[in-house]
């Protein structure tokens, strides 16, 4: 019913920027959370940048003023703008929503990869 499509990894050089956005499908009436998540190899899952559904954002001390988290609400859609990318950045990203329930849903994950 509620499927969550990122989309905008890739491959880049350190430095470079990269935006990935997160669509959501189905429906979801009621929201109070989205954000980003990261995973590299033998490293467990972290919270890179969210907001709440009054618009507070929060971010991980090793991203801020690099990464900007947003959101349309129109297209149900979330973003993250990533900027000044390091090679320390390589993971699969993974966008989270979770509604007034505290039910969660996830996308499938999509690859980041900053190398030269």
């Known amino acids: 019913q509620v499927q969550l499509v990122e989309s905008g990894g890739g491959l880049v050089q350190p430095g470079g920027s990269l935006r990935l956005s997160c669509a959501a499908s189905?429906?979801?009436?009621?929201?109070?959370?989205m954000g980003w998540y990261r995973q590299a190899p033998g490293k467990q899952r972290e919270l890179v940048a969210g907001?709440?559904?009054?618009?507070?954002?929060n971010y991980a001390d090793s991203v801020k003023g690099r990464f900007t988290i947003s959101r349309d609400n129109a297209k149900n859609t979330v973003y993250l703008q990533m900027d000044s990318l390091e090679p320390e950045d390589t993971a699969v990203y993974y966008c989270?929503?979770?509604?007034?329930?505290?039910?969660?849903?996830w996308g499938q994950g999509t690859q980041v990869t900053v190398s030269s």
């Open positions: 189905g429906i979801i009436l009621s929201i109070n959370f």
């Open positions: 907001i709440t559904g009054g618009g507070s954002t």
């Open positions: 989270n929503v979770v509604d007034i329930r505290r039910w969660g849903y």
